[in-house]
């Protein structure tokens, strides 16, 4: 039986200090949350409740703490956010659309549909922006947990007292499903083992899945669970809350020694007239007559679907187009300074950014001194002789 709908908690917020437009700020994540809302209704398919819980957390990720360049989705000083909740994909669209990257809002329209680019869940080297696929429960915060050894490694391996290459975060969103699967137990046992600074994650703690209420299934105090981990755990009471969202990222960023779990407490389905809150929002579409309410409620011209507001496209992507050009050329005038004082190793470094091997392997008989011989009969155990 569906948990009973929940009243919808006030608009978005924002302290004297935060440097949030509230006006603005309330538009562009109501532009965020429609946007999903249309597109799961165009094509009759998809996660609206999600993206409309969970929009203000990514308003103020990608707008005051993301490092990331859309004219350049590549670029190797970049932060990495993972989607791990990968059914909630809308929203991820949503904000490459809004930020600049190459994703029209024509694909938009698309959404899950056949040869377009914004398939039901994120899916890597498709569209511009995705850090890795995610769509498979736990698969996501695992892989963010490996972005951020990766981060770890290339550190130690690259940089130098005075320059530092490789120095990014990664961010990512996670669910209750994911935190239910055993792989996410195994990594954030191990990200908290290495004490892994860099990782921010945001927790949708929403109290709802695609069964019913969290609490059928789930009980578990996250917080606790992640504290016994070894994590820097904080909490945000309501999601609507900018300021508070504002401030613990920037708690979280400032921890260097220990990985962070944000707990975000939202409401799925945030908008809806009647179900807010409730885990019927999880999936499918709301019908004509419930999105034009939602609409209404927001603000929005009820009969006009995939509407952004000319001030909510310059306030995004005009913002994020100029901070990531800015960002890129500091991170390139720092690299060029460690490439002069460190030339071996920024080749080095470029080498492996690009992906190539070393040119003594390429040659012939470079791969056979890798590897071992053995003679015919010896005995071995297989995990030696891998």
Known sequence: MPAPARTASPAPTSGEDSGFDARLAGRTINTIRLLAVDAVEAAQSGHPGMPMGMAP????????????????????????????????????????????????????????????????????????GVETTTGPLGQGFANGVGMAMAERMLAAQFNREGHAPVDHHTYAICSDGDLMEGISHEAASLAGHLGLGKLVYFYDDNEATIDGDAKLAFSEDIPTRFAGYGWHTLSVDDANDLEALHEAT??????????????????????????????????????????????????????????????????????????????QRTWQERKDAYAEAHPDAAAELDRWLARELPAALAEEGGWAELFPTFEPGEEMATRKAS
Not at 283 to 312: L, N, Q, W
């Open 57 to 128: 957390t990514a308003y103020v990720l990608f707008r005051k703490h993301l490092r990331y360049n859309p004219a350049d989705p590549g670029w190797p000083g970049r932060d990495r956010f993972v989607l791990s909740a990968g059914h909630g994909s809308m929203l991820l669209y949503a904000m490459l659309h809004l930020t600049g990257y190459d994703l029209p809002l024509e694909e938009i329209k698309h959404f899950r549909q056949w040869e377009s680019v914004t398939p039901g869940h994120p899916e890597h080297f498709l569209t511009p």
């Open 250 to 327: 920037r708690a979280a960023k400032a921890e260097t020694e220990r990985p962070s779990l944000v707990s975000v407490r939202s409401q799925i389905g945030y908008g809806h007239p009647e179900l807010t809150g409730d885990p019927s929002t999880h999936s499918d579409p709301f019908g004509e007559e419930a999105v034009a309410a939602i609409k209404e409620r927001f603000g929005f011209p009820t009969e006009e679907s995939f509407h952004v507001p000319e001030e909510v496209e310059a306030h995004m992507r005009e913002a994020a187009r100029a901070e990531g050009r800015q960002q």
